[in-house]
């Protein structure tokens, strides 16, 4: 097998297994009882698969994962439960796509994670804003944008501690060039 189509075939097993984590992590999350929690909050777990894809494979691969990532909650939890996934992942990749490859400088992965954390918690509020047709959504805002910034530096920190194992097993851990 020649370079090319190995270096294919390595992306592509790799997209798999992201996949895979991402509905692991959507699905394991769903079934917590976390104290605390309000109805339909969840933590965010599966968006470290996202991020990882946005940093080290690019934007199209990660929009690819979001986009899956919202069909598998789609099929699993509801076509409410889908979109707000949808409208949560869109939002959060456009801003972190933004701040990491439009801005002249980029963001630490902290900021970036917490800006992405906080733009998938005011998607989903926009989106339930259309399936409510009302602002009872924003009742929830307050909560969630906070519940948004703390899980945003927790996928941070997440990702970064798993780093040094997808090292070990070979996977790219160096930051695509910007652009």
């Avoid at 909050?41 to 894809?53: F, P, Q, R, S, T």
């Avoid at 099929?75 to 949560?88: D, H, Q, R, W, Y």
Wanted: charged content about 10%; aromatic content about 8%; some cysteine.
């Amino acid at each position: 097998m020649r370079r090319q189509e190995r270096s294919k075939a390595k992306q592509i097993a790799l997209s798999g297994m992201l996949f895979a984590l991402a509905m692991a992590l959507s699905f394991a999350e769903g079934t917590l009882t976390i104290p605390g929690l309000l109805p339909g909050m969840k933590l965010g777990l599966a968006n470290v698969v996202v991020m990882y894809a946005l940093l080290f494979m690019g934007p199209k691969q990660a929009l690819i994962l979001d986009l899956l990532k919202a069909l598998f909650v789609f099929l699993v939890s509801g076509p409410t439960a889908g979109f707000l996934s949808l409208c949560g992942g869109l939002l959060s990749l456009l801003v972190m796509w933004l701040l990491y490859d439009v801005l002249p400088l980029r963001p630490t992965w902290f900021i970036l994670s917490v800006c992405g954390a906080f733009a998938h918690n005011v998607g989903q509020l926009l989106g339930a804003g259309v399936i409510i047709s009302s602002s009872m959504s924003l009742y929830y805002a307050p909560v969630m944008l906070v519940l948004g910034l703390a899980m945003g530096a927790l996928t941070a920190l997440i990702l970064r501690a798993l780093l040094p194992a997808l090292d070990k097993l070979g996977y790219n851990i160096r930051e695509r060039k910007q652009g």
